[in-house]
């Protein structure tokens, strides 16, 4: 089936500025609370919130099967798991009654009234039940900078990581969506030159730049996922920031890897954007060497150009760009990790959650955690205000954002943000 939405040409009958990353052509599903407390599935064009649940009552969706009550979800699950077909079915409609051309919603001015919201007068919420959560490692230049900090430059990649896409299963209950504040965790540390861990709050709280992909009912248990159609059962991409407390990690992830040091929150955009809408900005990844087993062969444009910013806001400040990377500098697909997921017959669901691991391409800038650009805070970064920073401070907040750009369009994800509160006081909370 033809993706008609993604059009460079086509224009909205709603006003849409040029810089924004909500152009016609992006049309991202989330869900989002109305000015009347009525939480309802949408999309976006430009700064307006569109309801389906509210188009699909007024007939417009016409001639689509679709459950009768399937945008009225507090989440996206039941549409995603309805498949490819039901998605870029909707998606082309959805372009084709927000096109210029179009006059039978832009005349009507009644069913304008109760379809389009300001976005300012929502509230987005988090779009999925993540049922299930998986973080990969897949940024060959970013595990080779932890391993030369850890261990050394000539053993910086263990012997594994050129063959498969290393992750691991994770927790799904502390995602939250983008906005939500981060209590800094508590934990062990041990610290340098001590024999005895003690307890307390993370002091080496830090970001990590990644990218999540959402997943569709793709297989039954036992079977698998081959690589040349995995990307027919990913859903969409958000940003997400997989915050981390390195000094609890350092002391508790041998011999079975973070737990407190990563459970304690993850942040990921409003908006996911769908694969189609990131089809005109495919390109390739880096190139494979050695080459993968045959069941994890993925050749030709395999990633996408997307371009993430993050940023560090003191309190009452300025934000500071402190990195600038892109995507296609992961070195294992997204259709070779979901295929490596479930080459054992694991099986995935409508609405999990995968992290690409933290990206970071080969210049400093580009690196993306503070881990790396401050060489474990060793090369301080200096704040907008002065202040340096080695870790995150509380009060500070963090903001990522990501967008593809061509000579014809931008196509966004929004913006990623979480703000650090101080850590709780332990055994006893004040009120």
């Not at 045959?294 to 993050?310: A, H, R």
Request: proline letters at 6%; glycine letters at 8%.
């Amino acid at each position: 089936m033809k993706i008609t939405a993604n059009n460079p040409k086509r224009k909205s009958w709603l006003l849409v500025e040029k810089k924004s990353d909500f152009p016609i052509q992006n049309l991202p599903f989330g869900v989002f609370l109305t000015k009347d407390d009525v939480i309802t599935i949408g999309t976006r064009i430009g700064d307006y919130a569109i309801d389906l649940a509210a188009l699909q009552q007024l007939g417009y969706f016409e001639g689509i099967p679709l459950a009768a009550d399937i945008f009225m979800q507090d989440t996206l699950n039941d549409f995603i798991a309805d498949g490819l077909t039901t998605w870029r079915l909707v998606r082309n409609r959805i372009a084709d009654i927000f096109d210029l051309e179009n006059k039978k919603l832009q005349n009507n001015k009644k069913h304008r009234q109760v379809v389009i919201f300001s976005i300012d007068e929502i509230e987005m919420i988090l779009p999925v039940e993540i049922g299930d959560y998986t973080d990969f490692y897949s940024s060959k230049d970013h595990a080779t900078n932890v391993g030369t900090m850890f261990r050394d430059p000539e053993n910086a990649l263990l012997p594994n990581w050129v063959h498969i896409p290393v992750g691991y299963h994770g927790r799904s209950s502390s995602i939250v969506v983008s906005g939500t504040k981060i209590r800094r965790p508590l934990g062990q540390t041990i610290p340098q030159g001590a024999s005895n861990p003690v307890f307390g709050p993370s002091k080496l709280l830090d970001f990590e730049v990644e990218m999540g992909f959402i997943t569709t009912d793709a297989n039954k248990l036992g079977k698998a996922i081959e690589v040349d159609d995995a990307r027919n059962h990913i859903f969409g991409m958000v940003l997400l920031n997989d915050w981390s407390a390195r000094d609890i990690q350092k002391w508790e992830y041998v011999p079975l890897g973070p737990f407190l040091a990563k459970n304690f929150a993850s942040t990921i955009s409003p908006w996911v954007v769908t694969l189609d809408a990131l089809e005109p900005f495919k390109t390739a990844g880096p190139v494979q060497d050695p080459k993968p087993l045959p069941y994890l062969v993925d050749e030709g444009q395999t990633s996408f150009d997307i371009e993430i910013q993050t940023y560090i806001k003191p309190k009452k400040q300025k934000e500071t760009l402190v990195s600038n990377t892109n995507f296609k500098n992961l070195y294992w697909s997204i259709a070779q990790q979901l295929a490596h997921q479930t080459v054992n017959g694991c099986n995935v669901r409508a609405g999990d959650l995968y992290g690409s691991g933290t990206i970071s391409g080969k210049e400093k800038t580009s690196f993306g955690s503070m881990l790396e650009l401050t060489w474990k805070g060793t090369e301080p970064l200096i704040m907008s205000d002065g202040s340096e920073r080695k870790f995150i401070n509380d009060g500070d907040t963090v903001i990522m954002k990501a967008s593809c750009k061509n000579e014809d369009l931008k196509i966004g994800f929004g913006e990623c943000i979480g703000k650090i509160k101080k850590a709780r006081t332990y055994p006893k909370e004040k009120p």
